[in-house]
């Protein structure tokens, strides 16, 4: 079996004794696949209809701690349940895996009406709202991260000090060096494409240790499945094979950060609409538009693109990572670059976010600026060149979590797109964040200040 499966293929396989085990998931706030591990007879019996999880799960930071403050669930209100409703389409076999396929689930209250604050949910509603305009978002990611030589629980039990690449050269397009980490990554494009996501190359990239995953772009929705789904089998395979991987934007001050850029078009009657052969670049006026709020909204979208205090540390000049959100033809200096210059496959890329994102948090905000740039009118100013990491007239990303929080927080453009609920709720979770951060007392701090101050 491979590809997606149908509830009559798990019948199938499960009477064969080929599947005993169905992953139950949801995408929570971080991206990361949470949920229960369901005997195929249940599933069969009733857990495909739905189940249930506690409300805490879109309420949580990275340690799973439950911090105070969230509208939707608290001690006082004592924690309830949400309702699990499978996507049967998602359907999967987990091929890493013995005799497991998996699920994902939309989240939905008591009263089967689905969960705001969702990810997958708020992509949905951003998604709805491009089809009433008779548009349909076509999306793809290009996914950085680092391969370690020792695994998760070594790296863990070091105190996160004994981090050696498992390539020790600067791999970009390098043959020769990915090859050493061929018995990794083979088995992550060929496990992938077994569960239906159309894997087109992984290549090394521009620092030790680094890769990057290519996905075949899709709608927006699917897109954001494929990525979270890639992101989880990274992570277990790499575990199985003894060695670790991290999607942190940034894990080491002297080295080149990860991103996870986001192409983007959109159709209409299977033809992109963002193409006019006669056009400037090929750019229609849709697409101008489009970009144009793009780069409107882009520091008010950014906390979307980069979650985390780290997430900022990665915005550093000469790094191929963004400073500027500027928009350029074919140059990654630029926050946005014009991709398919005067071809069928024009299409614009976010070069903001890090490979720390939420695809679904990051894809629903780039097409709510775009759509709001379309739907504004919006013109679009002509492309810069060159160095933008240079350009002092060109509007900076926001240099750091706190930053982006409050340019989040009091968008009216995200309010109105996403709902003051949803705004309110992501905007407390990263205060949430650098709270924790400001409590912290870090190595460089120790080091700088222990003798000295």
């Not at 008779?134 to 070594?154: C, I, K, N, V, W």
């Not at 550093?316 to 990572?321: C, D, I, L, N, S």
């Not at 309110?424 to 870090?442: G, I, N, P």
Request: hydrophobic share 40%.
């Amino acid at each position: 079996m491979t590809g997606t499966l149908t509830l009559d293929q798990i019948k199938i396989a499960a009477e064969r004794g080929e599947i005993d085990t169905i992953l139950v998931c949801i995408v929570d706030m971080q991206g990361r696949l949470q949920g229960k591990r369901f005997h195929v007879s249940n599933f069969i019996e009733h857990g495909h209809v739905e189940t249930h999880c506690c409300n805490y799960l879109l309420a949580t930071d990275l340690e799973m701690m439950t911090p105070d403050g969230y509208a939707t669930t608290s001690w006082a209100a004592g924690y309830g349940d949400y309702v699990m409703k499978p996507d049967l389409s998602t359907l999967r076999l987990v091929p890493w895996l013995e005799g497991t396929a998996m699920v994902l689930c939309d989240v939905m209250d008591h009263h089967h009406a689905p969960v705001p604050q969702s990810p997958r949910q708020i992509l949905k509603a951003q998604v709805d709202r491009a089809a009433a305009l008779g548009l349909a978002p076509m999306m793809a990611t290009e996914l950085e991260f680092f391969l370690y030589a020792r695994s998760y629980d070594a790296i863990r039990h070091s105190g996160h000090r004994d981090l050696e690449p498992l390539t020790p050269f600067n791999q970009d397009y390098s043959i020769q060096f990915t090859s050493r980490e061929e018995y990794v990554m083979r088995p992550i494009r060929n496990h992938l494409v077994a569960m239906g996501i159309p894997v087109e190359s992984t290549k090394g990239e521009a620092e030790t240790g680094q890769e990057e995953l290519n996905i075949r772009y899709a709608d927006a929705l699917t897109c954001a499945d494929y990525h979270t789904i890639a992101k989880h089998a990274i992570k277990e395979i790499t575990h199985q094979k003894g060695h670790a991987a991290t999607f942190m934007a940034k894990w080491r001050a002297d080295k080149v950060g990860s991103a996870a850029h986001i192409h983007q078009s959109l159709f209409k009657g299977g033809s992109n609409v963002f193409h006019d052969a006669e056009a400037a670049h090929g750019m229609s006026a849709t697409m101008r538009s489009y970009v144009a709020g793009l780069l409107k909204y882009a520091p008010e979208v950014t906390l979307l693109l980069a979650p985390y205090v780290n997430s900022y540390k990665r915005f550093v000049p000469g790094t191929f990572a963004p400073t500027k959100s500027a928009w350029s033809v074919d140059n990654r200096t630029a926050g946005f670059r014009l991709v398919g210059e005067d071809t069928k496959g024009v299409r614009i890329e976010c070069r903001i976010p890090g490979s720390d994102m939420n695809p679904y948090l990051a894809c629903a905000a780039q097409l709510a600026a775009g759509l709001a740039g379309i739907e504004e009118g919006l013109d679009l100013p002509d492309p810069v060149s060159g160095d933008v990491y240079a350009m002092t007239d060109v509007p900076d990303v926001p240099a750091s979590l706190r930053a982006a929080t409050e340019a989040f927080a009091g968008s009216a453009m995200l309010r109105a797109a996403f709902g003051d609920a949803v705004v309110d709720h992501y905007a407390h979770a990263a205060r949430v964040e650098q709270a924790d951060f400001d409590r912290a007392v870090t190595d460089y701090e120790l080091a700088r200040g222990f003798e000295k101050a």
